[in-house]
């Protein structure tokens, strides 16, 4: 594990911080183009969503300074399915890439890249993306999973017909992810009785009886 120094803790705090708030493809713009590129300065930000299979269902860029390829958001023909299997034998750490035009990259995922799973791609590093890198991309890969859930699930909308807020979002995934009632409080820098609280009104929206089902009517 690194040690990062006292300046580069202080960026690092600040990006996770913003990134909590994330819910809109602009606002995941916007803080990739200032407490990211302060962290690990970038071309390109690949969002990649995946479908069940672990396939990327769909690639978003995000790019200020490089013009990427068409090519490069085509989640079938594209780099990234290839991009991707190279992370899963390298054991699921990051992984630096050569992305050819774009010169150095980073790629890493979330869990297994299963259903609900993302994978995240910086492209156009000012050099080979190294120890420090790599470990920063994973310090803030749980913050910029859970950005990618609630922007996906934005538009998402209930049986009961009322929009899941951010917060009920958030326990979703970790309930999916399997994750305790004090182990998402922890995460989420609340208590546990607020997540038990969020989890029954989440279930009535939902129509269901327990965290269970809930997770099988999400993915469903």
């Not at 993302?118 to 993306?129: D, E, I, K, V």
């Not at 420090?132 to 922007?151: D, K």
């Not at 269901?208 to 009517?217: G, K, S, T």
Request: with cysteine.
């Amino acid at each position: 594990m690194l040690s990062p120094d006292a300046r580069e803790q202080e960026y690092l705090l600040h990006a996770l911080d913003g990134a909590r708030g994330i819910a809109s493809q602009r606002e995941l713009f916007l803080w990739s183009q200032g407490a990211l590129q302060t962290l690990l300065p970038h071309g390109v930000l690949l969002c990649v969503q995946l479908d069940e299979q672990g396939r990327p269902r769909k690639v978003e860029c995000l790019s200020s300074t490089l013009l990427a390829p068409s090519l490069l958001c085509d989640p079938a023909q594209g780099p990234v399915p290839a991009w991707l299997r190279q992370w899963q034998q390298g054991g699921g750490q990051p992984l630096a890439l050569r992305a050819g035009e774009l010169g150095h990259g980073l790629i890493h995922g979330s869990g297994a890249l299963a259903a609900g799973g993302s994978a995240f791609a910086l492209l156009g590093l000012p050099g080979a993306a190294g120890l420090r890198e790599g470990w920063l991309l994973q310090v803030l890969l749980p913050y910029l999973h859970l950005a990618a859930q609630r922007i996906a699930s934005a538009a998402w909308v209930s049986p009961a017909g009322s929009a899941m807020s951010p917060r009920q979002t958030e326990i979703l995934q970790w309930l999916r992810e399997g994750k305790s009632n004090e182990e998402i409080g922890r995460l989420l820098g609340i208590s546990a009785l607020t997540v038990k609280n969020h989890l029954q009104r989440l279930y009535r929206q939902l129509g269901v009886n327990n965290r269970a089902h809930a997770v099988a009517r999400s993915i469903a």
